[in-house]
């Protein structure tokens, strides 16, 4: 079972990225998503999550509405579209199964996870 991340880069503050997160191994079209971000010194932090069926999608502030998380269970894939991008939020971005179809914020909600994707906003 393997969650692939894709899509990070450097990007000026004010720009845009869209991560992808494909699965593979199994499908996760049962289970919640997240994203989740590391930066340098600073513990992981919760960032989106979408249902198993997208109907229930959750933020954490400091991102509300500037990201977007959406899926595609046919492909086996979720997205973050990262718009007005800060240097604050540069990071790792991780993806995340959950365990169950409705997951929150919490870490230990999540059994499977991506490498990351770095992703470095310039001032």
């Known amino acids: 079972v393997q969650l692939q991340a894709s899509g990070g880069g450097l990007v000026q503050a004010g720009g845009s990225l869209r991560l992808s997160c494909a699965a593979s191994g199994r499908t996760f079209s049962n289970n919640a998503m997240g994203w989740f971000r590391q930066a340098p010194g600073k513990e992981r932090e919760f960032v989106g999550a979408i249902s198993w069926r997208g109907g229930r999608i959750y933020y954490a502030d400091s991102v509300k509405g500037r990201f977007t998380t959406s899926r595609d269970n046919a492909k086996n894939t979720v997205y973050l579209q990262m718009n007005s991008l800060k240097p604050e939020d540069t990071a790792v971005y991780y993806c995340?199964?959950?365990?169950?179809?409705?997951?929150?914020?919490?870490?230990?909600?999540?059994?499977?996870w991506g490498q990351g994707t770095q992703v470095t906003v310039s001032s």
């Open positions: 995340a199964a959950g365990r169950q179809a409705y997951s929150g914020n919490s870490p230990s909600e999540y059994n499977y």
